[in-house]
């Protein structure tokens, strides 16, 4: 497969040159300035947040705010924006949590339409979109009627480079340096150009991906709250593991516009994205706190030796497309979108357990396969009205329809080996396991879903002042069909969905916003199989819930933004969400499966809850200070919320309790170069579910860059988690919910992972 990436990246490398060669006659385009690639390229000066001119309240980032840093994913981009926070492995930045929140509450969109993804919570993991890709970043902190309500903590808008971000092309080429001595490398090419009386933009990427952790984990049978001495009475093993996550992400996009004489346009847009990586971990667990790490031949410390692989291939495309036409006296927009989601793993587990004599073999297989595609069409129509007014309304459908195959098998093997030298001489090959696959219950079911939407709003545009009002009605019919059990279940809602902004310049340089919108989360597919799962929560039994609604939330948000001189601008936001219906697990009172003490419990619409903060963001030149060519960036956010669930009140599931991010750059003109730094920081997260409890803290994060320019090159050195960020959890488990209520621990585990620092060095060419 790898072979295959190659090649399509030197075909579209090819494509890119031949294109040079388009008509030179084309019709030119007034649409908006078209950037020149050597502007890419060789920056002229330092890039700072946009001030955006939509009404709903919006940060803008360009690429040129991200890219000395050269993110290798849309995540490591977003590591650097206001309230946006991970809870991701060390080295990766996957699913974004806007104010904190779980990426269920965030709606992620590309180029302003849905994707589909992974995630069972309907979320969408932001590093499978290349940050080579990336024209800018909307952070759009409040619901509008002419989007897709399903924020309540915000939308996340990749908006791709299309064919007026760019005249001509450019190359990257380089590498990345993995403290463990591992090399990856990173290719890519982008190229615009009339062509055909319009502009065509064609992309290739090919990005090595590499991962490599040190875990190390302390397991207590119970916490030190309940027994002062639990270092040395409540111990009960150590592990030590390597997790090594090695992977390719290949990417090709392109896009097609032009413009008509009639002023009507058409536009297509495609892009695929590959991902081939292998999850390798090996890990030992002793029964001494000090053990030495793979003390295999002396026997007695190890209990057990575990192999885990697992080999993911996912794969994602969309294309969209969309015509816009004068009609009466306004404008009318037809938009139809293809996406789809595609994932294959594999997963092994082979434990060789040492505890008792005889040796025990136990091995675990897992496969699943998640098929997930949707297909939408829009219509929208703007119509001006007076001389500051503007009235638009439309109609939105969708149809998704998602498959899920999970299949596991376990085995089982004992062997008359009573010591380790015995065992080194009788290699284990898998042929000895008869493994059987057997669905997951729950784990095989068709998902589909139709939505019609209709909306309408009205805005107004002064110089002082302006407004828009808005109402979006969504109606949902879906159907779950659980082929495990032989269940088929519907579940239909509607919502009326409200919003309205304002805005008004108090100064010629300040502007205050406030936004009052209501938003939705929908239910995560998991909880809608009818499905039995036992011992899911501890030892209780999971069941689930095929008749649940979705998260509803009144939202606000005020803020004030100041423009500091011609580039800077600083800003502070308070935000509040009430959220109602909240999907909490709940007790059905029946036992479970474990028998007495055990319940099977179900998610339902049960409880209210509230998230608030405050969002500092600064972005400016430091000019006043006759530093013109010195930028300082810094955003600071303070995250809170309340819920109540089975044991009392608690914040919403793992949400951090602040993030911010503090950098610099410094150009140097007359040398052609420029440095800079970047510091992150995000607060403790804490999570409670039945059955366990999870407190999770990330160490800092500090990244440098070193840039030389040429004419129509650059060559940039990045270094990152240059403090060898380390990800440390503390685990509460219980069995029962009586357990849990009385701090009776089934297991109280301490666990930190580790990687080292990256270096990547990146030569960029415009042509």
């Not at 502007?39 to 309240?57: C, F, H, Q, T």
């Not at 004599?357 to 897992?366: G, H, K, N, R, V």
């Not at 009430?578 to 009172?589: F, G, P, Q, R, S």
């Not at 994060?701 to 129509?712: A, L, N, P, Q, Y």
Request: glycine share 8%.
């Amino acid at each position: 497969m790898k072979d295959f990436k190659i090649k399509a990246l030197v075909a579209a490398l090819a494509l890119c040159n031949l294109t040079a060669y388009a008509e030179d006659d084309a019709k030119e385009t007034t649409k908006k300035d078209i950037e020149v690639s050597d502007k890419i390229v060789v920056y002229g000066e330092i890039g700072y947040r946009n001030r955006s001119d939509e009404l709903a309240p919006t940060l803008e980032y360009s690429q040129e705010y991200f890219q000395r840093f050269e993110p290798l994913t849309a995540g490591d981009a977003l590591k650097r924006v206001p309230s946006v926070t991970f809870l991701s492995d060390v080295l990766e930045s996957d699913g974004a949590r806007m104010r904190g929140l779980s990426p269920a509450y965030t709606k992620v969109l590309i180029n302003g339409e849905e994707v589909p993804g992974a995630g069972a919570d309907r979320s969408f993991f932001v590093d499978r979109i290349p940050a080579e890709l990336i024209e800018r970043v909307e952070i759009i902190r409040s619901s509008s009627a002419n989007r897709s309500a399903d924020a309540i903590a915000g939308t996340l808008n990749i908006v791709l480079r299309d064919g007026y971000s760019l005249d001509g092309g450019y190359l990257r080429a380089g590498g990345l340096l993995y403290d463990d001595g591992e090399f990856k490398e990173s290719l890519a090419a982008v190229y615009g150009t009339e062509f055909a009386g319009g502009r065509l933009l064609l992309g290739a990427n090919l990005q090595g991906r590499y991962n490599p952790k040190q875990k190390t984990s302390l397991r207590y049978g119970d916490s030190p709250e309940n027994n002062i001495n639990f270092q040395t009475e409540e111990f009960d093993n150590r592990e030590d593991q390597s997790d090594t996550r090695d992977g390719d992400d290949t990417s090709l996009n392109s896009s097609y516009e032009i413009v008509f004489d009639d002023d009507s346009q058409f536009n297509i847009s495609a892009m695929w994205v590959d991902t081939e990586r292998t999850e390798d971990e090996r890990s030992f667990e002793y029964n001494d706190p000090t053990a030495a790490n793979n003390d295999i031949i002396s026997g007695g410390n190890l209990e057990t030796d575990n192999a885990n692989v697992k080999y993911i291939d996912q794969t994602n495309y969309n294309i969209n497309t969309a015509y816009e036409f004068p009609l009466l006296s306004g404008t009318s927009k037809f938009k139809f979108g293809m996406a789809k989601f595609e994932e294959s793993v594999y997963e092994q587990e082979v434990e060789l357990d040492t505890s008792e004599l005889p040796m025990i073999f136990e091995e675990e297989q897992a496969r699943s396969n998640i098929d997930d595609k949707e297909w939408t069409l829009q219509w929208q129509h703007s119509q001006p009205w007076g001389d500051s007014k503007e009235i638009q309304f439309g109609a939105f459908l969708q149809n998704k329809k998602r498959d899920s195959n999970i299949f596991e098998a376990e085995d089982e093997l004992e062997l008359a080996l009573t010591s380790w030298d015995q065992y080194a001489a009788t290699p284990l090959t898998l042929a000895a396991f008869n493994s059987e696959y057997e669905a997951v219950t729950g784990g095989v079911n068709t998902l589909e879903e139709d939505r019609f939407d209709l909306f309408a709003l009205v805005k107004h545009k002064d110089d002082l002042f302006a407004w828009e009002l808005g109402v979006r009605w969504e109606s949902t019919d879906s159907k779950i069909n659980d082929k495990t059990i032989g269940v088929t279940e519907d579940n239909n809602y509607d919502f009326i969905l409200p919003s309205a902004h304002f805005r008004f310049n108090v100064s010629e340089n300040g502007r205050v916003s406030a936004s009052v919108a209501r938003s939705l989360r929908r239910p995560e597919f998991d909880f809608l199989t009818p499905a039995l799962i036992e011992k899911e929560l501890g030892d209780n039994d999971q069941l689930g819930n095929p008749e649940l609604k979705p998260e509803s939330a009144w939202g606000m948000d005020l803020g004030y933004e100041y423009r500091l001189g011609k580039s800077g601008v600083v800003g502070i936001n308070l935000f509040y969400r009430k959220v109602n219906d909240l999907i909490e697990i709940a007790n059905t009172e029946q036992e479970g499966s474990e028998g007495d003490g055990t319940f099977v419990l179900q998610p339902r619409n049960t409880g209210d809850g509230n998230v608030k903060g405050v969002e500092l963001d600064l972005s400016t030149p430091l000019g006043a200070f006759s530093m013109p060519n010195t930028g300082v960036f810094l955003n600071y956010s303070w995250l809170d919320s309340e819920v109540t669930d089975f044991f009392g009140t608690r914040k919403f599931n793992d949400q951090s309790d602040y993030v911010y991010n503090v950098g610099f750059i410094q150009d140097l003109p007359e040398l052609k170069a420029a440095f800079g730094a970047t510091y992150r920081k995000q607060g403790d997260a804490y999570g409670r579910i039945v059955g366990e409890e999870i407190t999770t803290s990330y160490s800092a994060d500090f990244e440098v860059f070193i840039e030389k320019r040429w004419e129509d090159v650059t060559l940039r050195l990045v270094g990152s988690n240059l403090l060898d960020a380390s990800k440390d959890e503390t685990f509460n488990k219980f069995d029962t919910v009586d357990d849990q209520f009385s701090r009776s621990f089934d297991e109280y585990e301490i666990e930190s992972e580790e990687a080292g620092p990256v270096y990547q060095l990146m030569l960029r060419y415009a042509f």
